[in-house]
């Protein structure tokens, strides 16, 4: 990076000095008469530097580029992670050409046509044929992007497949929330806002049996490798978004308007940490959409595990109504015995009238303070 | 604003020929004529843009140096820097939120296309004045009162609006969820409220000038681009800012009357709100209805401007003037069907997004189409780098730069990873940002000597151009690679994450070429203001022009042309024609004093320049 810098450096020393010499210049010519014929001030001085600033542009370009490369678009972790980057690459490798012929041309056109005394332009204001070539011809490259980038997005976008493993992912102020199906039913159960409160997170519905299983958890997310994850994303408060760059997954989370994504993933954790050298590997969940305060930093971690270490961590995992068993009381007391199911022995379950009360309540949707 | 009284140029001679003498106030503050209301536009503009920049200095520190000391800036921003001189994250975002609406309002749209369409369009079209001098006035003044709820909300304490510049709800909503969504977003929404007042009041003006009040002989085929381009983007204007205006409203009805727009769902600091029913994503379809062809509203009147500039300085006629207008048309519509394009990832059914990427890459190409006749242009000129110049090939250069990683961003599977990164500030920076910066400077450099009656030293302004010029790209070339590392934008430090942890040097040298290039802007400054009272005094037609504006008196009074308005008989971009004398006819000279360089079909043209001298029909002056 230094020695960007003191390329940098040095192109602005020769400027300075150019500008000087010229300031020079002009303070003689203050005294000549100027004559309509006359130079145009620093006529040939400009045309010259469009030149040394396209030679050394291109090798600021070429340079820069290959010096930031290793940290280009991290090492892609999905399967379609992988196609967009080669879309990615494939696009800018296209553009690179009219980028780089065009600028061309405006630099040299500057120095080559510059000011000639008794030289007269060419009147030349039009030619169609000129300009439906390069009317169609950007048509045509455009086609073929919008084509292969159309297909890319509407395979990505597509429905997720059956055999998906949903987890569900809610962001708030400023953390993130994952939230599982369980190892039972491996179902979500139903949700509403409404019923949010400081341990229940995010507003598990204990009226529907498939929430008795479920489970959640603030600072990690696992997923399987190789087996389609369907991420079922929420917002509480204001709007995040579902980052995660390896993967090459951004989803807004809306308040209101549960959005989704599905990806493969199919490196693990582990393959990652050896595929980079790097025993610290870890992939992260950022927020992309600007959320307050402490959005620079709402950050879950994102473990991918292979199938039976997944398997092993879901059975690991308490349950909702494990961790919390007070919310019992929510459950409908036709459901209570299947809520009980998982919970240890020692629990008492608050099988009272007044549970039964408050369970109504909830569902006629109060929220539990 | 002391400024504006700066702007006595002492040498207004007025054309009093058909008013009272004016005193003070109505000269210059309450002033009803164009090209005062067009210099009020360009100096707050300059004011906006040293804060707007500014701003930007200071989180580029942040983002680049990030365990500097900033205690340095504490007799600024006092409360909002640490006691151990840490930038406060709250203010970080209120940083980035002001600097991205300043510059985007309040200098790209009132400062350009308020400066040059106020000045150029009577002028370049043969009016004494605008349509409506009183509206014209009043579009300044609402500006000028958007401009103080503006200024005023940098003092509040709990800072102004931070939401980001697009600042959707429910973030900007809800007071509870951010400090810049008290009182500081309510100035905001007040202020832009009276910003797009403003706009749809100078907007109607220009459009119905541009049409009503051309002189004779000036067929819309005779226009010069810059009017081409002042009338389209006045057209986007009308249409899209009315949207922004309803967007508004409804996000101050959800903010105040308990209304349920853009809220629904809601669970914030213990409590759930009673809003359902409300989408987010509404008002994101109707913000960038508006914002979109924002981009272009900012970006048209700079095109315009270097169509000119480029004809003039390369001494040629523009290269396919028709091509030239057909592509800002073509671009204009477009402007008004891709604004989802910024939507790929909230959730929007993906149907839509493909519908959207497919119109979003067609914007390419008329885009393409203006770089190549630019280059064109410039293909076998006489090419005199005046400042003006130089910012105009600039220009192209950004404008096609900037514009083709758009075709990146333009393609949702790629916008996936993209979206919300550096790399797309990188790109709209260079698109829109630099390259409209770049037509608000040649646009000063050019007409200068015809608003102040002075030259701006000419060295001054290409060392201005090239210190600038390289400092955009050392700043938004590195920005790319940022973005394509993955960084997030509107990040206060990049230290939570190992993927952000890297780079750091880059962001270090953005920073100093961002601070480097807005040093460089200080050149600009001086020359400004000190060739206003102290430049070398301007001859009638400095650049060899041949548009109308040159024909008027060095500085021109009160209807602008002394006598009658002269007629046109020509386009303006005869330079070099064949067979004349000089390599430049303006746009008064009739075809019968050319016999010499005429083609046969302007031979014919000459037995109708009896009946355009005939036409008086739009002199206001010679009506009473």
């Known amino acids: ?102 600028n061309f041309l405006i630099f040299f056109f500057a120095w080559k046509y510059q000011y000639k005394k008794d030289h007269r332009a060419s009147f030349y204001p039009d030619n169609h044929k000129l300009e439906l070539i390069w009317t169609i011809i950007p048509a045509i490259v455009m086609a073929l992007l919008v084509f292969t980038g159309w297909k890319a997005w509407s395979d990505i976008t597509s429905e997720a497949p059956r055999d998906a493993e949903v987890i569900e992912i809610t962001g708030k102020q400023f953390n993130w929330i994952v939230r599982y199906g369980g190892v039972n039913d491996n179902k979500l159960g139903n949700y509403n806002y409404k019923l949010i409160d400081a ?30 994850v369907l991420l079922k994303i929420r917002a509480r408060d204001v709007l995040h978004s579902v980052f995660i760059p390896h993967m090459r997954v951004k989803m807004d989370a809306v308040p209101g308007m549960p959005t989704k994504f599905w990806f493969v993933a199919d490196k693990t954790t582990a393959d990652m940490q050896a595929e980079l050298n790097d025993p610290n590997f870890k992939y992260e969940i950022a927020c992309t959409e600007i959320c307050g305060q402490g959005h620079f930093s709402m950050k879950i971690n994102l473990v991918v595990d292979d199938e039976a270490s997944y398997k092993k961590w879901c059975s690991e995992q308490q349950t909702f109504l494990q961790t919390y068993p007070e919310y019992l009381a929510k459950v409908p007391d036709n459901l209570k015995a299947k809520a009980m199911k998982g919970l240890p022995e020692t629990t008492e379950a608050p099988a009272d009238s007044s549970a039964t009360a408050s369970a109504a309540g909830v569902s006629a949707g109060s929220s539990i303070r | 604003m002391s400024a504006v009284e700066g702007m006595d140029t002492a040498h207004v001679d007025a054309h009093e020929h058909h008013h009272e003498s004016q005193n003070f106030w109505q000269k210059y503050i309450f002033c009803e004529d164009h090209k005062i209301i067009a210099k009020q536009y360009l100096i707050t503009g300059i004011i906006w843009a040293v804060i707007g920049i500014s701003m930007s200095v200071i989180f580029r520190i942040q983002l680049g140096m990030p365990d500097s000391n900033l205690s340095w800036l504490k007799p600024v921003l006092g409360g909002w820097i640490s006691e151990t001189g840490k930038l406060d994250p709250n203010f970080y975002l209120a940083l980035v939120t002001m600097h991205g609406t300043i510059m985007v309002f309040f200098v790209l749209t009132a400062g350009l296309s308020g400066t040059f369409s106020n000045f150029l369009i009577p002028l370049q079209i043969g009016a004494r004045d605008m349509a409506s001098g009183f509206m014209n006035m009043l579009s300044y003044w609402f500006f000028f009162l958007a401009s103080v709820l503006m200024f005023a909300s940098l003092f509040l304490q709990t800072g102004p609006a931070a939401g980001g510049w697009v600042i959707y709800p ?149 290269f396919g003037y028709r091509a030239m207008i057909a592509s800002m048309l073509g671009i204009a519509f477009l402007a008004f069907i891709v604004w989802a394009h910024h939507m790929f990832v909230t959730g929007m059914n993906p149907f839509l997004g493909s519908v959207f990427m497919f119109l979003t890459l067609i914007i390419a190409v008329p885009s393409a189409v203006k770089g190549f006749n630019y280059i064109t242009t410039l293909w076998k000129g006489n090419i005199v780098f005046t400042p003006g110049m130089l910012f105009s090939i600039g220009l192209v250069s950004l404008f096609v730069s900037g514009g083709l990683t758009g075709i990146i961003l333009g393609n949702s599977a790629l916008d996936i990873q993209l979206h919300d990164t550096y790399f797309v500030v990188a790109h709209f920076h260079l698109v829109m940002g630099a390259a409209s910066a770049f037509g608000l400077f040649a646009g000063v450099y050019h007409w200068f000597p015809k608003m102040f009656g002075r030259m701006m030293n000419p060295t001054l302004g290409q060392i201005h151009f090239w210190f600038t010029f390289i400092g955009i790209y050392l700043i938004f070339i590195p920005m790319h690679y940022v973005g394509i590392a993955g960084f997030p934008r509107r990040y206060y430090q990049f230290t939570s994450y190992d993927f952000t942890h890297k780079f750091m040097d880059m962001n270090m040298f953005i920073s100093v070429a961002a601070i480097f290039s807005f040093l460089a802007q200080f050149i600009f400054l001086w020359n400004f203001f000190y060739s206003i009272f102290k430049g070398k005094r301007a001859p009638l037609n400095p650049w060899r022009s041949n548009t109308l504006e040159w024909t008027t008196p060095v500085v021109p009074g009160h209807g602008n042309w002394e006598g009658e308005i002269p007629a046109v008989y020509r386009w303006s971009y005869d330079y070099s024609k064949p067979g004349a004398k000089e390599d430049f006819i303006p746009q008064n000279i009739p075809y019968s004093q050319t016999l010499e360089s005429n083609f046969p079909h302007e031979n014919e043209l000459i037995a109708t320049e009896k009946e355009i001298e005939a036409q008086n029909f739009n002199d206001q002056f010679n009506s009473h």
């Open chain 1, 1 to 102: 990076m230094y020695y960007i810098i003191a390329l940098v450096a040095l192109v602005f020393v020769v400027l300075t000095g150019v500008v000087i010499s010229r300031l020079q210049d002009v303070i003689k010519s203050v005294k000549k008469e100027e004559s309509e014929d006359a130079e145009p001030s620093g006529n040939k001085v400009n045309g010259a530097l469009f030149i040394i600033v396209l030679v050394l542009g291109t090798i600021a370009i070429v340079w820069s580029y290959l010096h930031a490369r290793e940290f280009f678009l991290p090492e892609a972790s999905s399967v379609h992670g992988r196609r967009t980057d080669d879309l990615f690459w494939f696009s800018m490798g296209i553009l690179t050409i009219p980028f780089a012929v065009v």
């Open chain 1, 199 to 228: 341990q229940n997170e995010v507003g598990i519905d204990l009226s529907d049996e498939n929430s008795f299983d479920d489970f959640q958890n603030p600072t990690e997310m696992h997923i399987p490798v190789g087996r389609p």
């Open chain 2, 170 to 318: 429910p973030l900007s909503a809800l007071p509870q969820a951010h400090p810049g969504s008290g009182a500081g977003m309510t100035l905001w929404l007040a202020s832009m409220a009276f910003f797009i007042v403003s706009q749809l009041l100078g907007g109607i003006n220009y459009i119905t000038t541009v049409i009503n009040l051309r002189t004779r002989g000036m067929s819309f085929d005779r226009l010069p681009l810059t009017i081409w381009s002042f009338l389209i983007t006045a057209v986007l204007g009308l249409i899209s800012f009315p949207v922004l205006l309803s967007s508004v409203l409804l996000l101050i009805m959800d903010r105040h009357f308990g209304t349920s727009f853009y809220l629904s769902d809601i669970y914030i600091n213990g409590e759930a709100l009673p809003n359902v029913g409300g989408s987010p994503i509404l008002f994101q379809h109707l913000f960038w209805f508006l914002g979109h062809p924002e981009v272009y509203i900012v970006l048209l009147p700079g095109l315009g401007i270097t169509s000119e500039v480029i004809a003039t300085n390369s001494r040629k006629p523009i």
